[in-house]
């Protein structure tokens, strides 16, 4: 927190100072740091494996409370900005069904706790292929693994402890980013600085990394704009639209991923950034990606807090963007299961039901009942988009959907 | 072949070369046709259609006797059926019999003569029915193999007669060819009978083995020493129970089994004066009152005289019967086999796992009361059994094996259920489709009995159906007495017995499921418990010992946790 201030006393001195472009910067991030976390998680091991044993000594059968981790489960609050994990809890009480789980679970706590104890890793795969050495506890299959390594996060995600600390990383890396950016890396041997420019990375883009804590920026770019599609980050980034208009382009490819999340929420955060999206206008893009985006997901709630980026604004599609530059006859019509998703959000979505903008624009779809891609601009021309679109919405920000 | 007869019909009808006979000229050709002339040319009507059935039916004929003889004298039945093969299809076969024996008097009748015996009049369960099965028998192996039968009998009071026996098959008469009175036999009392006939051997379904096995399991009152040609040492099928079933009553028919021309019969021949004695008298469950409201209702006198009802009078009476409640025929006629022995009798001789039976209370069809036996063994698939102790752990224990016989009545869990089928004891091998009481196994729904069933046949699985129908009179579909005929009456109780049956193997079968899911369940646990153990010692670095214990309380934490 501290080094945060620092650098907003800083920028707010070159703002004065002259009129070219501020740069900003933010260091690596604290707070995970220190034996506080690491200790907390060791801690908390071995605080599960000792219930177990004290109860399972006292003829009793033990069991292991975690946190339900669905929508129905999860609160929004507008100051909060982000789904905060209600006061549901499941309880996995040892017996026939969940004996194996059980076992299970302790096994994996324990190679948390040598990976913590060593600053050692290993990927979500990597920890379903050490189970193959458990004989008849083994997973059959990673999905089974992710599910309880998802519980113990859940379990400890109370005590601030995350799968990163607990040093299990996700296989698949973030999206790419391009843009007015540098990233300072370290070297994982020597400890070194390595600076990355999102600004010279040619046809191809910098990559996030699975775990962004310890990165570092340097930005001299007025926002952020994080797209869905591959296609239209490629778009924009091979007409250097982020030199254009001075921004950084972020591709999610889909629902961005946890690292994705936390390093967009690094920048908007500590370099003051708006973030604008720039989606689908389905209900899969603002239920989903946009959702999850700025609020996290009901299934990682625990983690919310950390992974997600509240002062996202959504810029597009939206269906009055339809009607706005002619592209109704560049549609397609719901389907049965986007008009499901749509009316669900309406329906049990806290965050959704937190802004009547948002259901306004919810029903709004629902009535015309039609969806447009990000590329149905390519009806006025490939370059439509760049031309048109984006300069016109941008100039209007602060209309974005919240 | 149709435009061929048509054709033909419409060529005029061609004049008979022959000369046209009178009435007189006919009759000198009209005269008696003997009995065993008859049946000598309908061989097939008695079960004497190909070798291997004659075999088969030689023998039936002959225990069916011998066990009747041992029943009604109170002997327990003890008896040795031999088949030696003399050429290729030429066997001698000996049936030997404990029984009382027979006067001298009446044997060439009993075995020489056909439609002789003391069961066709009476109306008491046996065996035996119409008093034709032996002496086809021996007239059978005459026409064969030209020799006659040696039977050689002694009372307890007797000498051991010894007797050659051939049969006039024109005059249905029989002719002893030799004759002698024994020194001394190795019986006290008992009936030897051994004849020569053309015949096939054969092993498998619908043998002779088949038979001997399948009277072991609904006789277990009786021991059977059985030698093949093809053993050295006879098979000995042990009785299981000592106690020789009670002698069944005869009693008068009942009401409701008496057709129209038989009451009419009745009423004629009666010595009864008044028509309320008549029914009291000639018919069994009618006392005065139940006689008094049948007369009522035909709107008749109790006083009329029986032997001038006219036809519509009796008609009304008929016609009366049928419409009051008269209580069903006493039982003390039938001698079902009990459920015990039901249960004696095919756990000697079947491998199962569970075994279950039902009796109906007595019934009538026509008259004639009967009672069904139901009785149903039933193998676990897979072959280990799971027993539950007082403890309440699970255990796995080996199977028995079986006893007597290596011919196992249980086959595979994907093949059709065996069905047994008996009446009076004697078991039915052939013309199963065609029998009643397969009819009533295959309507009846064996899906909720936890037995799988395709659409409208037998059900599946390892296990034994057997059906027993006790009776004064069986009604067998032809003579050869191998099917019962599929009457209503008979079907519905069939059926009730089944499914009496049916739901104490449904309750099984769920059950054995339950403990077999437990059984699974609990491995779970030990398979899986160890790893808890494992997880704890690596993060906590506990002893081993340490680690042991604490699986094993939680071990008998999670069993007492999970009582059955």
Redesign the interface.
């Known amino acids: 927190m501290a080094a945060k201030k620092k650098i907003t006393k800083k920028t707010a001195k070159k703002k004065s100072a002259s009129k070219k472009p501020r740069t900003r910067k933010v260091g690596e991030d604290e707070s995970n740091k220190g034996k506080g976390l690491k200790q907390v998680a060791l801690d908390s ?2 605080a599960v ?2 219930m ?2 004290k109860t ?2 006292g ?3 033990p069991e292991m409370v975690m946190p339900q981790r669905n929508l129905s489960n999860v609160t929004y609050d507008k100051k909060t900005g982000y789904f905060e994990l209600g006061d549901n809890y499941k309880t996995r009480k ?3 069904n969940s ?2 789980t ?6 994996l ?2 190679l948390a ?1 040598d990976m913590v104890g060593d600053a050692d890793f290993a990927t979500k795969r990597e920890a379903y292929y050490v189970s193959k050495n ?4 083994k997973f059959n299959e990673q999905r089974e693994s992710d599910s309880v390594l998802d519980d113990i996060e859940g379990m400890f995600s109370l005590k601030g402890v995350t799968r990163e600390t607990l040093r299990f990383v996700p296989e698949e890396h973030g999206g790419s980013v391009v843009g007015a950016l540098t990233v300072i890396d370290k070297d994982p041997e020597t400890g070194d600085p390595i600076r990355s420019d999102c600004a010279a990375m040619g046809s191809g883009a910098y990559t996030v990394p699975s775990s962004v804590d310890h990165l570092g920026f340097e930005t001299t770019a007025e926002f952020i704009i994080a797209i869905e599609t591959g296609g239209m980050f490629q778009r924009l980034n091979h007409h250097r639209y982020w030199r254009t208009a001075n921004c950084i382009l972020v591709e999610m490819g889909g629902v961005p991923t946890r690292a994705t999340r936390r390093f967009v929420r690094r920048l908007s955060e500590g370099l003051k950034l708006p973030v604008y999206a720039f989606v689908d206008c389905d209900p899969y893009g603002m239920c989903n990606i946009y959702r999850t985006l700025k609020v996290g997901s009901g299934a990682s709630a625990h983690i919310n807090a950390k992974f997600c980026v509240p002062n996202a604004s959504y810029m597009g599609v939206t269906p009055q963007d339809i009607l706005d530059f002619g592209l109704e006859d560049a549609t397609h019509p719901l389907l049965p299961v986007d008009i499901k998703r749509a009316k669900d959000a309406l329906k049990n979505d806290p965050f959704f039901q937190a802004y009547p903008a948002w259901k306004k624009t919810l029903k709004q779809m629902l009535t015309m009942g039609v969806r447009a891609e990000q590329q149905a601009f390519a009806k006025w021309g490939l370059n439509f988009v760049i031309e048109e679109y984006l300069p016109v919405k941008i100039k209007n920000a602060k209309k974005f959907l919240p | 072949m149709r435009v061929e007869s048509i054709h033909r019909k419409g060529q005029n009808h061609p004049v008979a070369a022959t000369k046209h006979l009178t009435a007189e000229q006919m009759a000198k050709n009209q005269k008696e046709i003997s009995v065993s002339e008859f049946f000598a040319k309908n061989r097939h009507l008695l079960g004497f259609d190909n070798k291997q059935k004659a075999l088969l039916t030689t023998i039936k004929e002959a225990v069916d006797n011998s066990l009747d003889a041992c029943e009604e004298a109170g002997i327990a039945p003890d008896l040795l059926i031999e088949i030696h093969q003399v050429e290729e299809d030429r066997f001698r076969v000996v049936i030997e019999d404990n029984g009382p024996g027979i006067v001298k008097e009446q044997i060439q009748n009993i075995f020489g003569k056909l439609l002789y015996g003391s069961k066709f009049h009476s109306r008491r369960q046996s065996r035996g029915q119409q008093g034709i099965g032996i002496s086809a028998a021996l007239l059978y192996a005459q026409m064969t193999t030209g020799k006659g039968a040696k039977i050689i009998s002694k009372t307890t009071r007797g000498k051991p007669q010894s007797l050659t026996l051939q049969m006039d098959s024109a005059k249905n008469k029989p002719m002893i060819t030799k004759e002698a009175v024994l020194k001394e036999w190795h019986l006290k009392h008992g009936t030897r009978f051994e004849v020569e006939l053309e015949a096939t051997y054969k092993r498998g379904l619908r043998s002779v083995d088949d038979y001997i096995k399948q009277t072991a399991v609904s006789n277990p009152h009786a021991t059977l020493h059985y030698l093949t040609p093809d053993d050295e040492e006879p098979r000995i099928y042990e009785r299981a129970v000592k106690v020789v079933p009670d002698r069944p009553a005869e009693i008068k028919p009942h009401p409701y089994g008496v057709e129209l021309g038989e009451l009419i019969r009745m009423l004629r021949e009666t010595n009864s004066r008044w028509l309320v004695g008549f029914l009291q008298e000639e018919f069994c469950r009618v006392g005065r009152k139940k006689a008094l409201e049948i007369i009522k209702e035909a709107g008749l006198g109790e006083k009329s005289y029986p032997t001038r009802i006219a036809r519509e009078e009796a008609d009304a009476l008929y016609r009366s019967i049928q419409k009051t409640k008269i209580s069903a025929p006493p039982t003390t006629c039938l001698s079902p086999i009990g459920e015990k022995r039901i249960t004696e009798g095919l756990m000697k001789e079947t491998d199962a796992d569970f075994y279950a039976v039902a009796t109906r209370p007595p019934s009538v069809y026509r008259g004639n009361p009967f009672q069904i036996e139901v009785g149903i063994a039933w193998a676990k698939p897979g072959g280990d059994q799971l027993e539950v102790d007082k403890r309440g752990r699970i255990k796995k224990t080996k199977k028995r094996r079986g006893t007597v016989d290596t011919e196992n009545l249980l086959g595979n869990a994907d093949e059709p259920v065996r069905l047994l089928r008996f009446a009076n004891r004697v078991p039915l091998l052939s013309q199963q489709s065609g029998c009643g009481f397969t009819k009533a196994v295959t309507q009846t729904s064996w899906k909720s009995y936890g037995l799988q069933q395709p659409k409208g046949s037998m059900p599946l699985g390892s296990a034994v159906i057997l059906v027993h129908m006790a009776s004064v009179w069986v009604p067998f579909t032809s003579e050869a007495k191998e099917a019962i005929a599929p009457y209503d009456e008979i079907l519905k109780e069939v059926k009730r017995a089944l499914q009496d049956a049916g739901r104490k193997l449904g309750a099984h079968i769920r059950k054995d499921k339950r403990v077999a899911n437990e059984f699974e369940k609990r491995s779970y646990i030990e398979k899986y418990l160890p790893h808890v153990g494992i997880g704890l010692q690596e993060i906590l670095g506990i002893t081993d010992e340490a680690r042991e214990e604490i699986v094993e309380t939680l071990g008998d934490s999670l069993e007492t946790a999970r009582n059955i």
């Open positions: 091991i071995v494996a000792k177990v044993q399972a000594t003829g009793g059968l040892l017996d026939v004996v194996k059980f076992a299970q679970t302790l096994r706590m324990s706790q458990w004989g008849e506890a």
